[in-house]
């Protein structure tokens, strides 16, 4: 059974910084095309901040670039989400997700492109 496993969520003050990982189980996250990061937060559409592809190419939406910065290590089968600087408007619910098929690089932060959704982990940005 593939599951993708998400941690260290947390509560932090206004510019500081979390690290989040997603742990491959069962599955092995070098055989996705892509992987990403994506957040939600009650109401609102699932949004997506960060993909990486299997050659290491990245992909940010704009209210994140310069501060965050997706990587995977496959030796340790996990995705990270490096957020620096963080905002109170960067408060959500944050899933990684994976896919093993081709993705148009338009595609790549829309939820559909990705077949394998984590539980999420919360973070929350006081001001």
């Known amino acids: 059974q593939v599951q993708l496993v998400e941690s260290g969520g947390g509560s932090v003050q206004s510019g500081g910084s979390l690290r989040l990982s997603c742990a491959g189980s069962?599955?092995?996250?070098?055989?996705?095309?892509?992987m990403g990061w994506f957040r939600q937060v009650p109401g609102k559409e699932r949004e997506g901040v960060a993909s990486i592809g299997s050659g290491g190419l990245t992909k940010y939406t704009d209210s994140v670039k310069g501060r965050f910065t997706i990587s995977q290590d496959n030796a340790k089968n996990t995705l990270y989400l490096q957020m620096s600087n963080l905002k109170p408007e960067d408060t959500a619910m944050y899933y990684c997700?994976?896919?093993?098929?081709?993705?148009?690089?338009?595609?790549?932060?829309?939820?559909?492109?990705?077949?394998?959704w984590g539980q999420g982990t919360q973070v929350t940005v006081s001001s």
């Open positions: 069962g599955y092995t996250i070098s055989s996705s095309t892509y």
């Open positions: 997700a994976a896919t093993t098929g081709y993705r148009a690089w338009w595609a790549l932060l829309l939820p559909p492109s990705y077949n394998y």
